[in-house]
């Protein structure tokens, strides 16, 4: 059975940093690109981050751009999302996400085959 347990999140105060993992298990994780997606009340889910499993490469959202790192722990089948200087509107309901191949498209929710249970993330002003 497919599982990503996304876990990390909590209450911090504006400018406070948290570091978000994803745990992958029964994948072969080596295959996967992931992406960590949120969803705040009232709002779409949007992207924030992914890490391409074919070379490492990144990308993030202009809005996290140059705060947040998203990185891969292979050997621990984890990807971490490391978030700084967080604001207020960063509060939202964070979610990894996976899917396999060379042809995925970061940004496009529907196409990720497995998803984790959410993990909240409230910055207080």
């Known amino acids: 059975e497919v599982q990503l347990q996304a876990s990390g999140g909590g209450l911090v105060q504006a400018g406070g940093s948290l570091r978000l993992s994803c745990a992958a298990s029964g994948l072969a994780f080596d295959d996967y690109n992931i992406a960590w997606f949120r969803q705040a009340p009232g709002k779409e889910r949007e992207g924030v981050s992914c890490i391409s499993s074919s070379d490492g490469s990144t990308y993030y959202a202009d809005s996290v751009k140059g705060r947040f790192t998203i990185s891969s722990d292979n050997a621990k089948n984890t990807v971490y999302l490391q978030m700084n200087s967080l604001k207020p509107e960063d509060t939202a309901v964070y979610y990894c996400?996976?899917?396999?191949?060379?042809?995925?498209?970061?940004?496009?929710?529907?196409?990720?085959?497995?998803w984790g249970q959410g993990t909240q993330v409230t910055v207080s002003s």
């Open positions: 996400a996976g899917v396999s191949g060379s042809s995925w498209y970061c940004w496009e929710w529907m196409s990720y085959d497995y």
